[in-house]
């Protein structure tokens, strides 16, 4: 009996594993933000999780009063509860811990937020939905003591619904948070940026009619430009086939499909006097969806992307992407990015340098970061954290991976900024490793066909002429675009000598350096042999940039880095400081001589490649 009952509390648990298909477009929706303070504990030993049998709380048959998860209230005198959230600390949200408490600064680990609300206008034959822009890593959700499941995966957003938990009044969410790194999971132990901690992103509940627009893709059909195809998929406990409009005035489209059973449609109509979205001229249309009891609105460019030979083609014309890389981070607020305002000064930099491409680094960054790529005009490689050395024969660590690809694709399929997946960052060779990404790759295609697929590749010199570089790697096969990060003169190589390297790509596809780079302390001057000067980062770039322009195959790059970020890898007293410095501009927001030198360089030297 014992064990038909563990094995049945284990299925529950695993029940509340599978998270909910995700929300479309919720900025379009009127939610309820839960953004604001919420108290916290720091649990350690993880005791508020566990009891002292090391038996998670919430898969036991009475979990103790040390489940905080209960938010357990003393009712006597006598009574023992050993934590109170309405005591405790608050910090606020969306936000990490390390940047906003002192002793949290280094922290992995534990910890508990929760927060009491309200519905106002609370209405029963409604749906209610908590969604997470993000949490990193693992979330569990629990509201009015009921578990709503747990989300794995940093930088990626999950809702639960959670209609039949909550009420109008006097409801309280409780999130658990770990941050702690670990081997098998995606990123691995070892990155070079800060393991931001805790609810980094906005959390909002949405109240859905019955059946509702869950999810939907439009797109400009790759092979014809006359063509928008894509889907709609309804959510609910709807009988039979459903009607769906689909309006986009400004085009005098009004296309009505019905649905199949279960709410699936998919969706072919033709277009014409489509003004297509470029770098140029980042034309949005209002789109219109809606049924019966639901209508979603958004903004949508159409535009197609492919690639023929070597060149990147944007509506059939080639383009060069004058890129940057970016770490998703407010260093002048300290801490990890996280709204729109976060993502104007990060992408309004990146404008300001002369961008038509940023490679958003090395996780999917916050939802508002393509929106506004898609208004700015700024194309996008986004990407996901299997990064240095994953796990490549560990099955559950390949589905944590496609799982957040899966998450990244699912939310901004319809941003016509975004033409880049990549799969990975600077992965060691292996047959393994080729086998995990060619799945990905393979996985991402099924997802998703009308974007470009890459991954950062490393190159490495000959040994016959270690001035000829060369990137022998099976994944340049199943790529798109060939991209690899190349650091001569600063890993390896002087700078001296950059003049005298080229590259042999035995490939006819597109050629992206999608990292170059050399680490300077902003305001720290001296003769540009002397490294971490700024005049010494200025030279490699003025030495690195004419040399890679002779690649033929080159059809862009996105050097390392716009901003300098936080890495617990980078100690240096007097020049890092705990920062890795390969931005263009510093943690005070200060320009570096770099900046204007490649500022310089997209102004005037790319027409002419
Ligand atoms: C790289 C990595 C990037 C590092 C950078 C560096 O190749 O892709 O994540 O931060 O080098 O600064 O060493």
């Not at 695993?14 to 998270?19: K, V, Y």
């Not at 969306?94 to 508990?112: H, I, R």
């Amino acid at each position: 009996m014992k064990q038909l009952l563990t094995l049945f509390i284990l299925l529950l648990s695993l029940a509340s594993f599978a998270n909910e298909p995700l929300l479309q477009n919720t900025y379009s929706r009127e939610g309820i933000s839960l953004n604001g303070r919420w108290n916290y504990i720091v649990d350690v030993y993880e005791s508020g999780y566990y009891n002292y049998r090391r038996e998670p709380h919430d898969q036991t048959e009475n979990p103790g009063s040390g489940a905080f998860f209960l938010n357990k209230k003393a009712k006597s005198k006598q009574e023992r509860v050993e934590y109170d959230f309405d005591y405790a600390p608050t910090m606020v949200v969306p936000g990490d811990w390390n940047s906003q408490k002192e002793n949290l600064f280094y922290y992995e680990g534990t910890l508990w937020y929760k927060k009491s609300f309200d519905i106002p206008d609370f209405d029963p034959t409604q749906r209610y939905y908590l969604h997470f822009g993000a949490v990193n890593y693992v979330a569990d959700v629990y509201v009015n003591g009921q578990k709503l499941g747990t989300h794995k995966g940093g930088f990626t957003p999950f809702n639960f619904e959670m209609t039949d938990v909550v009420q109008s009044k006097d409801n309280f969410v409780i999130v658990k948070v770990d941050n702690k790194r670990s081997a098998d999971e995606v990123p691995t132990l070892s990155t070079d940026w800060w393991n931001y901690g805790g609810i980094t992103r906005n959390v909002t509940i949405y109240a859905l009619s019955e059946t509702f627009i869950e999810d939907y893709s439009l797109q400009l059909d790759k092979e014809n430009d006359g063509l928008i195809s894509g889907y709609v998929r309804l959510n609910g406990n709807h009988k039979g086939e459903l009607e769906v409009t689909i309006r986009i005035p400004e085009l005098n489209i009004k296309e009505k499909v019905k649905t199949n059973k279960e709410g699936f449609v998919k969706v072919d109509f033709p277009v014409k006097n489509l003004q297509k979205w470029s770098d140029q001229s980042p034309i949005l249309y209002d789109v219109i969806l809606s049924t019966e009891n639901d209508k979603v609105e958004d903004r949508i460019g159409f535009r197609q992307i492919k690639t023929q030979g070597a060149d990147i083609l944007l509506n059939g014309e080639k383009v060069f992407l004058k890129g940057i890389a970016i770490h998703e981070e407010n260093v002048m607020r300290g801490g990890r990015a996280y709204s729109m305002e976060d993502a104007k000064i990060l992408l309004g930099w990146a404008k300001e340098l002369g961008c038509n491409f940023v490679r958003l680094a090395h996780y999917p960054h916050n939802e508002n970061m393509a929106r506004l790529a898609d208004e700015m005009g700024l194309l996008v490689w986004e990407e996901i954290p299997v990064y240095w050395t994953i796990e490549w024969t560990n099955e559950t660590t390949y589905q944590k991976a496609e799982k957040q690809l899966t998450e990244v694709i699912t939310r901004d399929k319809n941003r016509a900024s975004v033409i880049i997946w990549s799969m990975a960052n600077e992965t060691p060779q292996s047959e393994e490793r080729l086998t995990f990404l060619t799945r990905l790759a393979k996985s991402t295609r099924q997802l998703d066909n009308t974007r470009l697929i890459t991954a950062a590749l490393e190159d490495h010199g000959k040994k016959e002429d270690p001035n000829i570089m060369v990137v022998e790697d099976k994944f340049a096969d199943v790529v798109d675009i060939l991209s690899f990060n190349q650091y001569y003169g600063w890993y390896g190589g002087t700078v001296e000598n950059i003049k005298n390297i080229r590259w042999e790509i035995d490939k006819n596809k597109p050629v992206i350096i999608s990292e170059f780079g050399a680490g300077a302390l902003q305001g720290y001057h001296a003769d540009e042999n002397t490294i971490w000067s700024e005049e010494h980062q200025d030279l490699l770039y003025r030495e690195t940039l004419p040399t890679l322009a002779k690649i033929p195959q080159l059809s862009g790059i996105s050097p390392w880095i716009l901003v300098d970020f936080r890495s617990p890898r980078r100690m240096h007293d007097v020049y890092q400081n705990g920062w890795n410095r390969k931005g263009l501009i510093s943690e005070t927001g200060n320009r570096k001589k770099a900046f204007y030198t490649l500022q310089n360089f997209y102004k005037k030297v790319v027409d002419t490649l």
